[in-house]
Nanobody, 115 residues
Framework: VQLVESGGGLVQAGGSLRLSCVAS????????MAWYRQAPGKQRELVAG????????SYDDSVKGRFTISRDNAQNTMYLQMNSLKPEDTAVYYC?????????WGQGTQVTVSS
């Protein structure tokens, strides 16, 4: 399974971005998916997760009410809609997929929120 993120960039505080993660390869083996982020000098942390069918989602408390995770299995794509962005959301955002054969990561996309 290969994962490619896109949609990151520089945005002012209060702005919005939409991240995408496109999966290829053995996509039939993908179960749950998630977005993680890692800020400079900090550990990678879970931002949001979504079940295989998209019916169940979970969020870190720091992004609840501002971020929305979704997926389109027909397009093998997962999204993260990020609204009301804050400077503390600045990080590299990674796509993660749980499969029957293991866990896979994308290369990451940089999100920078200026104050």
């Amino acid at each position: 399974v290969q994962l490619v993120e896109s949609g990151g960039g520089l945005v002012q505080a209060g702005g919005s971005l939409r991240l995408s993660c496109v999966a290829s390869g053995s996509t039939f083996s993908i179960n749950a998916m998630a977005w993680y982020r890692q800020a400079p000098g900090k550990q990678r942390e879970l931002v949001a997760g979504i079940s295989s069918g998209g019916g169940a989602t979970s969020y870190d408390d720091s992004v609840k009410g501002r971020f929305t995770i979704s997926r389109d299995n027909a397009q093998n794509t997962m999204y993260l809609q990020m609204n009301s962005l804050k400077p503390e959301d600045t990080a590299v955002y990674y796509c993660n997929a749980f499969t029957t054969g293991g866990r896979y990561w994308g290369q990451g996309t940089q999100v920078t929120v200026s104050s």
